[in-house]
């Protein structure tokens, strides 16, 4: 099948119990849960998005005719290296496009797989590192995986209700917004009242990676 890429690019992970790993980045067009046009996030189910998904005109981005042309444009970003490729899958909503046949092209190459995913379509079972990011208002489907990334504070979703949901990793974002340090700080607090969870900072945005 096509995939429709908004951008990729070679960065460090910044977020997740991943943050700091040296990873290829392939951010898929389109979201289920926004269309990703200002005038419609007011109406979104999920309204804080900090990401341009629309299209695929961005550094890196394009159509791709089929999964061995994804992964060759991926390890053209990774360069020669055999040594730990890593892959992030992100979107806009990837599960909207990660298939068999991508996953299968990318192990071929070497890639270990990691996903950043809203759990509103199941993950691919082949994907190597589940994060899972639940939306206040959407349906979550995908309950297990290695990390869950909560973004906080966020109306209409208890955290305590998430901590018997099968993740290796509870993990609290700080909301990014114009109360962000606010919302770091009752981040922390809930840490300090609820160890089950441990604090996920955007660190490329402290360092100005993409
Ligand atoms: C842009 S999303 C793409 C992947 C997928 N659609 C999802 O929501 O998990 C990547 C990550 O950024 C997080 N995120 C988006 N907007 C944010 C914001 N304003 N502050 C903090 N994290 C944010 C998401 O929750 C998710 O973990
Ligand atoms: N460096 C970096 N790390 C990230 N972790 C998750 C990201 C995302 O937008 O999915 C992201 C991103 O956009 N850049
Ligand atoms: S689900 Fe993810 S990509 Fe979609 S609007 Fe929300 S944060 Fe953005
Ligand atoms: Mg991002």
Known sequence: MTYSVKEMFLTL??????AG???VFVRFAGCNLWSGREQDRAS???RFCDTDFVGTDGLGGGKFADAA???????GFWGAAAERRFVVLTGGEPMLQVDD????????RGFRIAIESNG?????????????????GSAVVQRSGDELKLVWPQTGIDPVALEDWDFAHH??????DPQAAANQAACIDMVMARPRWRLSLQTHKMLGLR
């Open 44 to 46: 979104a189910i999920c």
């Open 69 to 75: 042309a994804l992964v060759a444009a991926v390890e």
């Open 13 to 18: 992970q910044g977020e997740g119990v991943n």
């Open 171 to 176: 993990l609290l974002q700080p909301l990014d």
């Open 21 to 23: 790993a040296r990873a």
């Open 101 to 108: 046949a991508l996953v299968a092209a990318l192990h071929g």
């Open 120 to 136: 509103t379509l199941a993950a691919h079972p082949g994907i190597d590192w589940v994060c899972i990011s639940p939306k206040a």
